[in-house]
């Protein structure tokens, strides 16, 4: 509840996968007053739109709208929550995942609520984890080394299927109508920003990370002309318009906003962020060498440096990305959490389900205690975390989940420990590439849902041989996004000092075990051989069963003209 009447107070918004939560913060210290969750009614449109039509596989899309039911619902249900009077809040801002592409109108209208193009998928918002681009950022990658493209050097060499330029380069070559329509393609950070302030504005952050934006540009007509010659306006036209640096307003409160909200008019709407990077405030954690993991579905590994250095697989290095005066650092994988769901919904068997009823726990907490309870190796399994393909430091979403030692006699809570340890090796895997690269990682930070298995941050520990410590928040993005809005709303100079004042961390909330270190490390060169051998070259297999998938798909399907994609029959 608020102390007095001379307490302000921000909103921050975090746009996770499935929903949207409002926090309620105090500007003096960062206290959490009140909190709400709102959960998108149409979730991650993966095999179908809402009219039935169906999806081809790796496409992950979402209906804008449930964006700003956030707004109405949330957010008013949080001021509540928090007990203050809403004249007393002076900013609010957001944070989003990323790459979230919405094709807009000029006046940001999306394409997918033109009625006549409510069955066509790429009217709708592409969520970070559409990996239909596959062979757009291939090409993107090829021609950018071919061409010796200062700026691929500054995204590890590779160029993600999740990040804005392939997503857009596919919509052009599958949907050149839509594309033709289309008079803008937004980040939805920017997007929902937009809709809160008024102003058409795209953040540093994601423009930078996701946008291949360096230096103050995009790449030139000409590549994008030797990508398709169509292509080679989509900078200049689609991604056309003023970025805005971190920690500033984007505009005021709209009319309409504050009637969504229940906020006053006027007040300062922060320039949007994105989940991972947000958090970095909120753990107090902006001094360089200090790398937070945001542990959720996905984890993104991000750190501040005083240097730059080119780091094999990283998802970008961005001057201020993060925060102003560094280079900031981005890494990730794109299944962590979703993996461990995966088997759970999957996989899980009936006693299991039965158990974990009658105890009333959920089943990934019975599967954890019975994992806890035998020592590392003892299941004979190792496993590889690409389930949801390799973000970093391969870059490549069509590789796929890997399990070896299966027997008939192992046991399903010794598969669901192997995916858990297989997910810390990818991280160490991440960590070592960036050390090797001279960047340094003195301290590493956990945020995010996974952070309360304590089991599983006790392995990442041991397998990393670092103390691990844990974010002072259980909503790290939400407050990162709140404090943004703080110095937006000049209650303080800069996002270091609101992030002293209003972010926190525990400090060596794990430390490794020596004993179990030592067993994962021969685990870990398990991890590695197996990483390089399908992951470098070794074997192919993987693409291989990714082309026959699509070739399958293809040959029981047929072609939809009006949306250029493949559909069963």
């Not at 919509?171 to 997007?191: G, I, K, N, P, T």
């Not at 795209?202 to 990370?209: D, I, K, S, V």
């Not at 949801?388 to 069509?398: K, M, P, T």
Request: proline content about 5%; aromatic content about 8%; hydrophobic content about 45%.
């Amino acid at each position: 509840m608020a102390d007095s009447k001379t307490d302000r107070y921000v909103i921050g918004v975090d746009y996770g996968t499935l929903s949207g939560r409002a926090v309620v913060v105090r500007v003096h210290d960062g206290a959490e007053l009140g909190s709400a969750v709102h959960e998108y009614p149409h979730a991650v449109l993966d095999s179908a739109l809402p009219d039935g039509t169906p999806l081809p596989p790796d496409w992950a899309l979402q209906v804008p709208a449930d964006y700003v039911e956030v707004l109405q619902h949330a957010v008013p249900a949080a001021v509540e929550a928090a007990g203050v009077d809403p004249a007393d809040v002076i900013g609010v801002g957001i944070d989003f995942t990323a790459c979230t592409m919405v094709p807009v109108l000029a006046d940001g209208t999306p394409l997918n609520e033109l009625p006549e193009y409510a069955g066509r998928p790429h009217a709708y918002v592409k969520l970070w984890k559409h990996h239909a681009a596959q062979g757009q950022a291939d090409r993107i990658t090829d021609l950018a080394a071919e061409r010796h493209e200062p700026w691929l050097g500054r995204y590890g060499g590779m160029i993600s299927s999740e990040w804005q330029f392939a997503k857009g380069l596919q919509l052009l070559e599958e949907d050149r109508e839509l594309y033709d329509r289309m008079d803008r393609f937004v980040e939805a950070a920017d997007w929902i920003v937009e809709r809160l302030g008024g102003a058409a504005v795209r953040n540093a952050c994601t423009a930078g990370y996701k946008g291949l934006l360096q230096e103050g540009a995009y790449p030139s007509t000409e590549f994008l002309a030797a990508l398709n010659p169509d292509f080679a306006e989509f900078a200049d036209t689609k991604l056309a318009g003023p970025i805005a640096d971190l920690g500033t307003a984007a505009g005021r409160l709209t009319a309409e906003a504050a009637g969504w909200t229940g906020l006053p008019e006027g007040i300062a709407v922060a320039v949007g962020n994105v989940d991972a990077h947000v958090t970095v405030p909120a753990a107090d954690a902006v001094a360089p060498g200090t790398m937070v993991a945001v542990m959720g579905t996905s984890t993104c590994h991000v750190l501040n440096a005083d240097r730059f250095a080119e780091v094999p697989g990283m998802c970008g290095a961005v001057d201020g990305g993060i925060t102003a005066g560094y280079w900031g650092y981005e890494a990730g994988q794109s299944g962590v959490g979703d993996i461990f769901g995966w088997f759970v919904e999957r996989f899980a068997p009936a006693a299991l389900r039965d158990r974990a009823r009658a105890e009333g726990r959920s089943i990934h907490d019975v599967l954890t205690e019975l994992a806890a309870a035998e020592p590392v190796g003892a299941s004979g399994l190792i496993a590889l975390d690409w389930e949801s393909g390799n973000r970093s430091v391969l870059v490549d979403h069509e590789l796929s989940g890997v399990i070896v030692g299966l027997t008939l006699a192992t046991r399903p809570e010794q598969v669901y420990r192997a995916l858990i340890e297989a997910t810390a090796f990818g991280t160490r895997k991440i960590v070592e590439t960036y050390v090797a690269s001279g960047i340094p990682v003195d301290e590493f930070v956990a945020a995010g849902g996974l952070v309360k298995n304590a089991f599983l941050m006790q392995i990442y520990s041991d397998v990393l041989r670092m103390p691990i410590s844990v974010i002072g928040s259980d909503q790290g993005p939400a407050l990162g996004a709140a404090i943004h809005a703080a110095v937006a709303a000049g209650a303080h100079p800069d996002v270091a000092t609101a992030a002293s004042a209003m972010g926190s961390r525990i400090r060596d909330a794990f430390r490794p075990d020596e004993t179990r270190a030592a067993l994962y490390d021969r685990l870990y060169a398990e991890y590695t051989a197996l990483h390089d051998h399908f992951g470098r070259g070794g074997n192919d297999v993987m693409h291989r069963l990714a082309a026959l998938k699509r070739e399958a798909y293809a040959s029981r399907g047929a072609v939809a003209p009006e949306a250029g994609i493949e559909l069963p029959a």
